[in-house]
């Protein structure tokens, strides 16, 4: 591969005695659009949620824009720098109002001042979709509001890569495309995103690759045609029958 | 006539000296009534500062030892759990002993009444002000940390700026009892000679020989401050939850 900006080398992951990763292997470009899917349990949060050290892994190697991961705390900073997430539950801070949420990191973590922070905020509010909601708290916004809330709140970070964790799995179907359409603009600026949702259209319209998981292993990698036309492991073909006649 | 007008008189003399009222000791017509309200009255002031820095102290330090028992470090929960336990089970009136004769024998620093009291008091506190806390932020959901973590705050910041303004919130009630407690508990420390609202009563029973009378208005003393106290930790979480969906 070309430019790397993320490179998993037989990634195994156990909780406890139970395996969530086995020997998982993936590069993903710089820009690249990674679209994750599998059944549940599949180990798709825990994949991800090892880039962002959420989760450490206990074999293999992950190298992310050059730092190869490990517990000292200068790398950690390095990757949280450069990687945003984006949660199924959003993960808003509910005590703060739209604009303190998007401020605190730029604040506290990049040393803006208030004002270069809500300058930046307003701007990636703006990008969102919802600049006028600023004052309001979490609670206030209705649930696709909040999750466009929290990639602002993400992007005010300006992060070379973006994971997403089944962004819409917890949003009426009314507000999933509002999302999904921050999501399509925000791939086609060239952010390097890995995506987990079951949202096929979405995938079909934006993914550069498709990864396939089931039982801790990535099963099938391929462009999103390959993938649909012809799915190679009898597994995905089932998994992609159980969701598309859903 | 003039015998039953003299017996009348002399029944009412009677009843006066040794009924079970004798309220002109605290009448508030009267110059000496006046005069021992106000003696009884001046202990508030005492009773008020000694709890007030005893439960700021107590917070402060309540929190510092929460933060420990809810490392991941084994050691740092051992440390947490001693002090917890030891603290918790000395006896408050025992503490205050140990504190104003034991311990300037053991550490050459002498504590006058007052700072001695706190101390006691301060300390007996904290090890509850721990377990509140501890539940409190334990309360707060893992997804609250993961964001934090993703927008690159520190774990000062995180306490700081997310976690703590959360678990204050949810542990108000149960500090505003933890003051009402300490305004109760800081009665013993009259044993040491604090001139508190206990003391001054105690002091006027020596004089007054009307222990029923004096004690009642004690226990309105009491009784006033605690009202005043729980009625403002309720205004307080009115105000905080108004801020919250205003
Ligand atoms: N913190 C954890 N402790 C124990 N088991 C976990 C933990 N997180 C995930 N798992 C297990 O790992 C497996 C993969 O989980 P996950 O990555 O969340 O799957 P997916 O996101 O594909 O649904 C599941 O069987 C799950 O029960
Ligand atoms: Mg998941």
């Known amino acids: 591969m070309a430019d790397p900006i993320i490179q998993m080398q037989n990634v195994s992951k156990f909780f406890g005695d139970f395996q969530a990763l086995r020997d998982v292997s993936l590069d993903v470009a710089n820009g690249e659009r990674v679209v994750i899917c599998g059944p549940s349990g599949s180990g798709k949060s825990t994949l991800i949620r090892c880039i962002n050290r959420l989760e450490a892994h206990e074999a293999g190697q992950i190298t992310v824009g050059g730092t190869t991961l490990t517990d000292a705390p200068v790398d950690l900073e390095k990757i949280r720098g450069q990687v945003g997430m984006v949660f199924q539950q959003f993960n808003l801070f509910p005590h703060l109002t739209v604009l303190e949420n998007l401020c605190l990191g730029p604040r506290r973590a990049l040393g803006l001042t208030d004002a270069q922070a809500r300058d930046r905020a307003l701007m990636y509010l703006t990008r969102v979709q919802i600049p006028d909601q600023a004052d309001k708290f979490p609670r206030q916004l209705s649930g696709g509001q909040q999750q466009r809330v929290a990639i602002a709140r993400s992007l005010c970070m300006e992060p070379r890569i973006m994971l997403f964790d089944e962004p819409t799995s917890a949003l009426d179907p009314e507000m999933i495309a509002e999302v999904l359409d921050v999501m399509t603009e925000l791939a086609a600026s060239g952010m390097t995103m890995i995506v987990v949702t079951h949202e096929m259209g979405f995938a079909r319209r934006v993914a550069d690759r498709i990864v396939f998981m089931d039982k801790g292993e990535i099963v099938e990698i391929g462009t999103p045609e390959a993938v649909f036309t012809a799915p190679k492991s009898p597994r995905f073909k089932t998994f992609l029958n159980q969701i598309l006649n859903h | 006539m003039f015998r039953i007008l003299t017996l009348l008189s002399f029944t009412l003399l009677l ?29 508030a002031y005492n009773t008020i500062l000694m709890s007030v820095t005893a439960i700021s102290i107590s917070v402060v330090v309540g929190l510092l030892v929460a933060l420990p028992g809810l490392s991941t470090k084994r050691g740092w929960r051992m440390f947490n759990r001693t002090y917890v336990e030891i603290v918790r089970a000395v006896p408050i009136l025992v503490l205050i002993l140990w504190v104003y004769y034991g311990l300037p024998t053991l550490s050459g ?9 706190v101390l006691a008091l301060a300390l007996s506190d904290s090890a509850f002000q721990a377990e509140i806390f501890r539940a409190g932020i334990q309360s707060i959901a893992r997804g609250q940390y993961e964001a934090a973590q993703t927008i690159s705050l520190n774990y000062r910041d995180t306490m700081r700026y997310v976690i703590l303004p959360q678990a204050i919130r949810r542990i108000l009630p149960a500090l505003g009892n933890q003051l009402v407690y300490m305004l109760k508990m800081s009665s013993l420390v009259s044993v040491i000679g604090m001139q508190e609202l206990t003391r001054k009563a105690n002091e006027l029973v020596v004089v007054e020989y009307r222990p029923l009378e004096i004690y009642t208005i004690l226990v309105l003393e ?25």
């Not at chain 2, 006046?34 to 001046?42: D, P």
């Not at chain 2, 620093?109 to 009291?117: K, M, Y």
């Open chain 2, 109 to 117: 620093i002498t504590l006058n009444v007052f700072w001695a009291g």
């Open chain 2, 222 to 246: 009491y009784l006033v401050l605690i009202l005043i106290v729980s009625t403002g930790v309720r205004w307080l979480e009115r105000r905080l939850k108004a801020s919250d969906t205003a």
């Open chain 2, 15 to 43: 009843s006066g000296c040794s009924g079970n009222w004798g309220w002109y000791v605290v009448d508030p017509t009267t110059p000496t009534g006046m005069t021992n309200l106000k003696f009884m009255a001046s202990g």
